[in-house]
Nanobody
């Protein structure tokens, strides 16, 4: 499985961005997740979704502002980010594993990361 993330960029606080993560290979039976790593910090969980899309999990810091979704017909994962804050600035990674999980060391395949910078 190879993952290609896109959609990063520079945005002002309060703005929105949408990430996409296109998977090569069949991922419709895999859980998928988003993680992020800010400068000088460890990688942290953002959101995860199970294979069907019916179960989702969010970090408390993004709950109510970010929405994870997937389109299995397109093998694509999404992250809609609204009400962005400067503390959301980080490199965002998509990842895939068999069952849903919220810790990075449980994921098997990773995308290359895409940078989001939120200016105040």
């Amino acid at each position: 499985v190879q993952l290609l993330a896109s959609g990063g960029g520079l945005v002002q606080a309060g703005g929105s961005l949408r990430f996409s993560c296109a998977a090569s290979g069949r991922t419709s039976t895999y859980a998928m997740g988003w993680f992020r790593q800010a400068p000088g910090k460890e990688r942290e969980f953002v959101a995860a979704i199970n294979w069907s899309g019916f179960s989702t999990y969010y970090a408390d810091s993004v709950k109510g502002r970010f929405t994870i979704s997937r389109d299995n017909a397109k093998n694509t994962l999404y992250l809609q980010m609204n009400s962005l804050r400067p503390e959301d600035t980080a490199v965002y990674y998509c990842a895939v594993r068999k069952g849903i999980a919220t810790t990075s060391n449980q994921y098997d395949y990773w995308g290359q990361g895409t940078l989001v910078t939120v200016s105040s």
